[in-house]
T-cell receptor
Framework: DTEVTQTPKHLVMGMTNKKSLKCEQH?????MYWYKQKAKKPPELMFV???????INESVPSRFSPECPNSSLLNLHLHALQPEDSALYLC???????????FGPGTRLTVL | QKEVEQNSGPLSVPEGAIASLNCTYS??????FFWYRQYSGKSPELIMS????GDKEDGRFTAQLNKASQYVSLLIRDSQPSDSATYLC??????????????FGGGTRVLVKP
């Protein structure tokens, strides 16, 4: 089973709202990733967690705050977002950093 | 020069024909190579991974890697309308890829016409 799940599927939020995206995998993978994808562009890496510790932050604005509560869960906390943050947010996991990555279905985020 | 380059397409292919997709990369130390398929509005789905020079076949898909030429390709045989999607080439493990980050090409849009 190579399933990564993400909730919610769609999210609409105002610029003053606080919301969270959730990602879960039960494959025993120890690396988890957040990507942002705009229309007609490839995924853009935001964060990498390895063994529940943040290993890469791609200079993402502080209005995006990742959290890895345990080896199966990854959250992305959102606060004071801008309309240009509207995008498809993808979670991925891999056995270890550098291994084949498997993507979840994504959360389509719209910021009004 | 972009780190991973693909022709953006669209690559128009008649049903039943072979679709040939190309990808070049700049980091000579790259070790792992992946092809993902992405339907419009959906997430990337892994099709193939390849690590050694030569060909790797999986069903109707064949990946080809030539590290000397820094080139990886994907052939789709007997193309079907359901193969119409954007195909992303991704490269990992290069000298410049600090932390083993996956670097994506811009994607090639494939359109299979019945």
């Amino acid at each position: 089973d190579t399933e990564v799940t993400q909730t919610p599927k769609h999210l609409v939020m105002g610029m003053t709202n606080k919301k969270s995206l959730k990602c879960e995998q039960h494959m025993g993978h120890r690396a988890m990733y957040w990507y942002k994808q705009k229309a007609k562009k490839p995924p853009e890496l935001m964060f990498v967690y390895s063994y529940e510790k943040l290993s890469i932050n791609e200079s993402v604005p502080s209005r995006f705050s990742p959290e890895c509560p345990n080896s199966s869960l990854l959250n992305l906390h959102l606060h004071a977002l801008q309309p240009e943050d509207s995008a498809l947010y993808l979670c991925a996991s891999s056995p270890l950093v550098g291994d084949t990555q498997y993507f979840g279905p994504g959360t389509r985020l719209t910021v009004l | 020069q972009k780190e991973v380059e693909q022709n953006s397409g669209p690559l128009s292919v008649p049903e039943g024909a072979i679709a040939s997709l190309n990808c070049t990369y700049s980091d000579r130390g790259s070790q792992s190579f992946f092809w993902y398929r992405q339907y419009s509005g959906k997430s990337p789905e892994l099709i193939m991974s390849i690590y050694s020079n030569g060909d790797k076949e999986d069903g109707r898909f064949t990946a080809q890697l030539n590290k000397a030429s820094q080139y990886v390709s994907l052939l789709i045989r007997d193309s079907q309308p359901s193969d119409s999607a954007t195909y992303l080439c991704a490269v990992n493990g290069g000298y410049k890829a600090a932390g083993n980050k996956l670097t994506f090409g811009g994607g090639t849009r494939v359109l299979v016409k019945p």
